[in-house]
């Protein structure tokens, strides 16, 4: 997801709706933790990155240029439930993850137990052969947009898609240990392609997600470096009404960028966000149709060198899966 254009709302101080069906949560705790993560940033820019041994895994699936904003975001279903009105296809759940552990039931006890969450691994790896597919535009409530898009690659070629689905069932996986029910938008290839962003929130709604996230790496200038949580903005237009739950989403969001930041020791974004990490939507269909709390992640920027390093990096994916995790745990826990 490669940001242009003025409509990138700063971060908005914490406005809670008083309409919220949720709770408050952990502002305070990520204000301390994203201004230690700046003096972090600054002690990180003057010795380098650490990225840990590079396993990019190799370049799955045709690598495509990020093109601007919300068209990074995809969704799909790992329950048959739902029939995808782009793809199709339900997946097939839980397969083994770069880590070779088959999760896919919860843990019978854990601080999770009755809590469902639904994971959107970004990219579905095979949308760079279904252009026609992807490009056929949906509603999003403000207005329409392609599909699907293929994302984008570091310049190795090592696919944001890859990198999104290492990361999801990494995240899948502790979050089952904690006894979480946990379901995928899309998983290895089922289905084959999206399915389109209207279908990825409508499978949080229909799952009733306790919490919903999207992962995501970007394809921005070189130089531009850091993670970004991005919020739903309060929206109400056609099918789209965030008003219930952008408070709850804000602290999802702010949980999960305080605790990516202290797992990752990654800084937040020094592109986007004036050094907060937070960044507030209003043009993703993702979130605009979202009735679930949920956020978007953007873990860093595929297009430098030094956050690339980073993200093809095994042990650093599990942090970044680790860091997701317990900001949502928090977040649950209230
Ligand atoms: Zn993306």
Not at 78 to 94: L, T, V, Y
Not at 150 to 174: I, M, P, Q, S
Request: include cysteine; hydrophobic fraction near 35%.
């Amino acid at each position: 997801m490669s940001y242009v254009g003025p409509e990138f709302d700063p971060p908005q101080p914490e406005r809670r709706e008083s309409t919220g069906r949720f709770r408050r949560g952990p502002m305070v705790a990520l204000v301390a933790l994203v201004s230690g993560a700046l003096l972090g940033w600054v002690a990180y820019e003057a010795v380098g990155s650490s990225g840990g041994p590079g396993s990019t895994g190799g370049s799955a699936g045709g690598p495509g240029s990020s093109t601007a904003a919300e068209r990074s975001a995809t969704s799909g279903t790992s329950s048959p439930a739902s029939s995808s009105s782009s793809s199709g296809k339900s997946p097939s759940s839980a397969s083994p993850s770069d880590d070779g552990k088959r999760a896919d039931t919860p843990a019978a006890s854990g601080p999770l137990k009755g809590k469902v969450i639904v994971i959107d691994p970004g990219h579905n790896p095979g949308n760079f052969q279904h252009a026609s597919e992807i490009n056929r535009k949906v509603n999003i409530g403000t207005n329409w947009k392609e599909c699907d898009t293929t994302g984008t690659a570091t310049n190795a070629g090592y696919t944001e898609a890859r990198f999104t689905l290492d990361v999801a069932h990494r995240l899948r996986t502790l979050l089952q240990q904690q006894g979480a029910t946990v379901k995928l938008t899309h998983d290895d290839g089922s289905p084959s392609w999206g399915p389109c962003v209207d279908e990825r929130a409508r499978i949080g709604n229909t799952a009733h997600a306790d919490a919903a996230i999207s992962i995501h790496a970007d394809g921005s200038a070189p130089g531009n470096r850091g993670f970004h949580v991005i919020l739903p903005a309060s929206v109400r237009s056609g099918a789209a009404d965030t008003r219930p739950i952008a408070a709850a989403s804000h602290e999802l969001g702010a949980s999960i960028a305080g605790n990516f930041v202290r797992v990752t020791g990654e800084a937040p974004s020094n592109y986007i966000g004036d050094g907060t990490g937070l960044v507030t939507r209003k043009d993703l269909g993702g979130l605009n149709l979202s009735t679930v709390p949920k956020v978007f992640i953007e873990c860093g920027n595929m297009r430098d060198s030094k956050d690339a390093a980073l993200l093809t990096s095994g042990a650093w994916r599990q942090k970044a899966a680790e860091g997701i995790s317990e900001g949502i745990v928090s977040f649950l826990r209230g």
